[in-house]
């Protein structure tokens, strides 16, 4: 699976949008995008996924660069909630019998 | 989403003895689930995959006699960790998936030994 690079901290204003970046530059044609989130002393939450197109569900958006090398996940109006360490990690296959590769990922602190 | 239990959700045990954690998914069959341990400031570390009615698959450094997993349904699996020492202390998190689907977490259990 290819590597992600994700800032260690970021700071955002409760109720405003929150972007995290996400670089996976070597990420191959077949890998999709996803992401996870883990609040404090829980196992972690899916958040979202895709492989090219810009994605949007009920918690979040994912927008996918043209060259697929980075993606930028946005939490449109943030809560004190929301405060938790986020997973960027590529994978092949939307769902293929390997276990995740974790990195250091983005811990968000939602600022009242 | 869907949903995965484990328990305990905390365990205190003294060394030499064993732990054993379970791990269900409550409203879906999974054909795959994950162990993972988490040491304290640090990221998830994959431990093992299991199949139902398979053996599990470890990554390499996980000892396969001291972390046994069985997992004898499409709904549960369990980790028993063996002989305890206190650098077993972790936060021990399984996920479980149905092929094609993204994995769902457990809560986790904190394992202590003292």
């Known amino acids: 699976d290819a590597k992600t690079t994700q800032p260690p901290s970021m700071d955002c204003a409760e109720g405003r949008a929150a972007n995290l970046p996400c670089n996976h530059s070597t990420i191959s044609g077949n890998e999709y995008v996803y992401w996870y989130r883990q609040i404090h002393s829980q196992g972690p939450q899916y958040i979202i996924h895709g492989l090219k197109n810009n994605e949007t569900n009920e918690m979040a958006s994912l927008i996918i660069t043209e060259d697929r090398k980075s993606s930028t996940l946005i939490l449109p109006h943030a809560t004190l909630r929301d405060t938790a360490v986020y997973y960027c990690?590529?994978?092949?296959?939307?769902?293929?019998?390997?276990?995740?590769?974790f990195g250091k990922g983005t811990h968000l602190i939602i600022q009242p | 989403g869907a949903v995965v239990s484990q328990h305990p959700s905390r365990v205190i045990c003294k060394s030499g003895t064993s732990v054993k954690i379970e791990c269900r998914s409550l409203?879906?069959?999974?054909?795959?689930m994950f162990w993972y341990r988490q040491f304290p400031k640090q990221s998830l570390m994959l431990m093992a995959t299991?199949?139902?009615?398979?053996?599990?698959?470890?990554e390499q450094g996980v000892e396969k006699d001291k972390f046994l997993i069985n997992h004898a349904s499409l709904t549960l699996s369990t980790l028993t960790v063996t002989s305890a020492h206190p650098e077993d202390s972790s936060f021990y998190i399984c996920?479980?998936?149905?092929?094609?689907?993204?994995?769902?977490f457990g809560p986790g259990t904190r394992l202590t030994v003292t």
């Open positions: 996920s479980a998936q149905r092929t094609g689907y993204e994995q769902y």
């Open positions: 409203d879906f069959q999974a054909t795959t």
């Open positions: 299991s199949n139902e009615g398979s053996k599990a698959t470890y």
């Open positions: 990690i590529v994978r092949a296959s939307g769902g293929g019998a390997d276990g995740l590769t």
